[in-house]
């Protein structure tokens, strides 16, 4: 799972293996271990969410996604959920979760899980 914060705008990308453990255990989280600390991103679908949510506890930034929406999602040619939210003090943050896509650029990153680009399969 790939996560990156742009100002107030939260992006989560899935490999195909990520959407099918959502799906199957309604959880999956991914960390980056600072030594005397650990950042934690996790996606987590609930049954009492319609849209996209998300918290920040616990140097743990967690999305929430509808657990029925999760199910479907691995054999949907839905891309991903968005959703803005009102944080407590009125200001806004965006937020995206989405399947990750094979590069169209050259990339040494391991794309083997990743699903197939929509603009490569249109030629």
Excluded: H
């Excluded at 950042?39 to 920040?56: C, G, H, T």
Aim: net charge positive; aromatic share 10%.
């Amino acid at each position: 799972m790939k996560i990156r914060i742009r100002g107030n705008s939260i992006r989560y990308r899935l490999t195909k293996t990520e959407v099918n453990t959502l799906s199957d255990i309604g959880y999956y989280e991914n960390s980056t271990d600072f030594g005397d600390q650990k950042f934690i991103y996790a996606v987590k679908a609930i049954d009492d969410v319609e849209v996209l949510n998300v918290d920040f506890k616990d140097n743990a930034i967690t999305l929430y996604m509808n657990r029925a929406k999760s199910l479907t999602w691995p054999k949907s040619r839905k891309v991903g959920f968005s959703n803005v939210v009102k944080t407590k003090n009125g200001n806004e943050l965006s937020l995206l979760l989405e399947k990750d896509f094979v590069c169209m650029d050259e990339t040494v990153e391991d794309q083997s899980d990743n699903y197939p680009n929509p603009k490569s399969l249109k030629k």
